[in-house]
């Protein structure tokens, strides 16, 4: 037998919320402070890390050439990009991606020494 405590619980769970009542997470709004896609000086930096991982044999082949491939679009698209003048968007979207990669790069050799194995 379930306690009375268990099934109030069950009944606010199932009960509609009016959409004022529901979390939102705030929104966090960009500034010009943050900080900004600095072009090919990412990219160089990653590519060294992908070559340190790869010389190291933190990193497979396969690994580090799907790395250098999306550093590639990357400076690919900084190029499209900049072309007609970088919009904040544009810088943004780079910036993520710059970053993104630069984190799978850490964590892939970070992988590979903290367990010990080869890829």
């Known amino acids: 037998m379930m306690r009375r405590g268990a099934w109030i619980a069950i009944a606010l769970m199932a009960a509609p919320m009016p959409a004022t009542a529901q979390f939102r997470a705030p929104v966090k709004e960009w500034s010009p402070a943050a900080p900004v896609y600095a072009g090919s000086a990412d990219t160089a930096k990653i590519r060294r890390d992908i070559d340190h991982g790869r010389?190291?044999?933190?990193?497979?082949?396969?690994?580090?050439?799907?790395?250098?491939?999306e550093a590639n679009q990357i400076?690919?698209?900084?190029?499209?990009?900049?072309?007609?003048?970088?919009?904040?968007?544009?810088?943004?979207?780079?910036?993520?991606?710059?970053?993104?990669?630069?984190?799978?790069?850490?964590?892939?050799?970070?992988?590979?020494?903290?367990?010990?194995k080869k890829p």
């Open 75 to 116: 400076d690919t698209l900084s190029d499209r990009y900049g072309g007609d003048g970088m919009s904040d968007a544009e810088a943004r979207e780079l910036d993520t991606r710059a970053r993104v990669l630069d984190a799978q790069v850490a964590a892939h050799r970070t992988q590979a020494i903290t367990t010990g």
């Open 55 to 69: 010389n190291a044999g933190q990193l497979s082949r396969r690994d580090a050439y799907r790395q250098r491939r």
